[in-house]
Nanobody
Framework: QVQLAESGGGLAQTGGSLRLSCAAS????????MAWFRQAPGKEREFVAV????????NYAASVRGRFTISRDSAKNTVYLQMNTLKPEDTAVYYC?????????????????WGQGTQVTVSS
């Protein structure tokens, strides 16, 4: 049973930084894509970033590219999202997700496993 647990959310000011963590358990994640999505009030859940567990290939949404960095620590079975130069429009609940394989890795419907989410609020 795959379990994903996010942490690290909170309140930040515009221009500030936060680091989110996603602790993964239940199996080895070789061959998995591990991603972050976010959902703002009244909006659809949207793709943020993804990393291939084995080869560390990455992909980012245009809105966060250059500001956010996704990484993973295999020894800790943890995926991170470093968020810099935060903007009020980054305010959302951030979710960690996992799927087998690299294909369609920006599509929410492709992911099999989800965490509970962590709130990020950026004040202006």
């Amino acid at each position: 049973q795959v379990q994903l647990a996010e942490s690290g959310g909170g309140l930040a000011q515009t221009g500030g930084s936060l680091r989110l963590s996603c602790a993964a358990s239940g199996r080895t994640f070789s061959g998995y894509a591990m991603a972050w999505f976010r959902q703002a009030p009244g909006k659809e859940r949207e793709f943020v970033a993804v990393i291939d567990w084995t080869y560390r290939s990455t992909n980012y949404a245009a809105s966060v590219r250059g500001r956010f960095t996704i990484s993973r620590d295999s020894a800790k079975n943890t995926v991170y999202l470093q968020m810099n130069t935060l903007k009020p429009e980054d305010t959302a609940v951030y979710y960690c997700a996992a799927k087998v394989g690299w294909e369609y890795n920006t599509r929410r419907q492709s992911y099999d496993y989800w965490g509970q989410g962590t709130q990020v609020t950026v004040s202006s």
